[in-house]
């Protein structure tokens, strides 16, 4: 994990993955939103709303903006608000004082009149300080069920940026770009194999990779269908 902020008395300490940057994004079909995240760290760079199905990448996007901005200079923060608003609002208290907040799930506002709030507020003080705001979000603003029209008008101000889902070309980029990292090789036939076999959604093929990762390191083992089954065959294919 990453983020340190420098310098920000924060309620809590918002961090992101290392692994979720711009370099590991494959950007194919989402080209225009991969920029925009680019963009983030020179003058060009603007707030963004980020919308699209799950598994189109917008979670590793908003992630990347927060290291395309900290790698610039600029301190950033990664807030998943699906693991938040249980909590005070007062999480979001001297978060202006950043170059970019980033907001995960948007949706998650619904029904949480106070959070609304407090991401209204949030945005105007950072505004008015020079900072950036990154948001994502399933629908377009006004689709979502926030009661705050003031959020709304807000949210719709921002370039906002549609994620297309994966394709099987692109899971299968992704799946290669994975094991890569972690200096692995996938045969072709086994990307086939967790294609086939195994579920589609990007975040438990994710996971899948990490499992083989440390069961081809303990084994010394190559990424063979059969090594493969051996390894998943007590896990579900959800």
């Not at 920000?8 to 994004?25: G, H, I, V």
């Not at 899971?171 to 195994?198: C, F, K, M, N, Q």
């Not at 994710?206 to 051996?230: C, H």
Request: hydrophobic share 45%; glycine share 10%.
């Amino acid at each position: 994990m990453s983020g340190s902020i420098p310098g920000a008395q924060l309620a809590l300490d918002f961090r992101w993955s290392d692994a979720a940057d711009l370099a590991s994004f494959v950007p194919l079909g989402n080209e225009q939103s991969a920029a925009a995240v680019a963009a983030l760290g020179g003058p060009a760079a603007q707030s963004l709303y980020l919308t699209g199905p799950p598994g189109s990448g917008k979670s590793h996007l908003l992630q990347a903006a927060c290291g395309r901005v900290s790698d610039a200079g600029g301190p950033a923060v990664y807030i998943p608000l699906g693991d938040h608003v249980e909590g005070p609002v007062a999480q979001l208290d001297g978060l202006e004082s950043l170059s970019l907040v980033a907001i995960d799930d948007l949706d998650c506002l619904v029904g949480r009149d106070e959070w609304q709030e407090g991401v209204f507020h949030l945005y105007n003080r950072l505004r008015d300080a020079g900072g950036l705001m990154v948001v994502s979000a399933p629908a377009a603003p006004s689709a979502l069920g926030l009661r705050l029209p003031d959020l709304v008008s807000r949210l719709d101000s921002l370039l906002r940026l549609r994620l297309t889902a994966a394709d099987d070309d692109r899971r299968r980029r992704i799946l290669a770009a994975a094991v890569a990292r972690r200096g692995l090789d996938l045969p072709a036939a086994s990307t086939e194999y967790l294609l086939r076999h195994h579920a589609r959604d990007l975040g438990y093929l994710m996971g899948v990779v990490e499992r083989l990762d440390a069961a081809s390191l303990q084994a010394g083992r190559r990424l063979t269908v059969p090594f493969i089954k051996s390894v998943l065959d007590d896990q579900p294919s959800a």
